[in-house]
């Protein structure tokens, strides 16, 4: 079992900066993959940015690569999700997900076997 806590959703402005962070614990995570994802209201939740635990590996949606950063510390089990320069159609639920027994990164809702309870984030124009 993994345990996943976000934190740092909020309010932005658009051109602004939000860094969510997600706390894993629950067991060792060298052969695990995270992910980020985000639904925003009356959309179907999405991809966003993936990371594999031990080497690093990782990928992001088109609609934010350049602007998101995905990071691990190991030392302290969390995952980081540097945003910057928002949008406003950067805004929805961002949840956490993780999954066991795996060297890549995933961009499937499906692949991942825990998720976090999310954290809002909004960006005003």
């Known amino acids: 079992q993994v345990q996943l806590v976000e934190s740092g959703g909020g309010l932005a402005p658009a051109g602004g900066s939000l860094t969510l962070s997600c706390a894993a614990s629950g067991r060792t995570f060298r052969d695990t993959a995270m992910g980020w994802f985000r639904q925003a209201p009356g959309k179907e939740r999405e991809f966003v940015a993936g990371?594999?635990?031990?080497?690093?590996?990782?990928q992001y949606a088109d609609s934010v690569k350049g602007r998101f950063t995905i990071s691990r510390d190991n030392a302290k089990n969390t995952v980081v999700l540097q945003m910057n320069s928002l949008k406003p159609e950067d805004t929805g639920v961002y949840f956490c997900?993780?999954?066991?027994?795996?060297?890549?990164?995933?961009?499937?809702?499906?692949?991942?076997?825990?998720w976090g309870q999310g954290t809002q984030v909004t960006v005003a124009s």
């Open positions: 997900a993780a999954r066991q027994n795996t060297y890549r990164v995933h961009l499937e809702i499906y692949a991942y076997e825990f």
């Open positions: 990371i594999q635990w031990s080497g690093g590996s990782t």
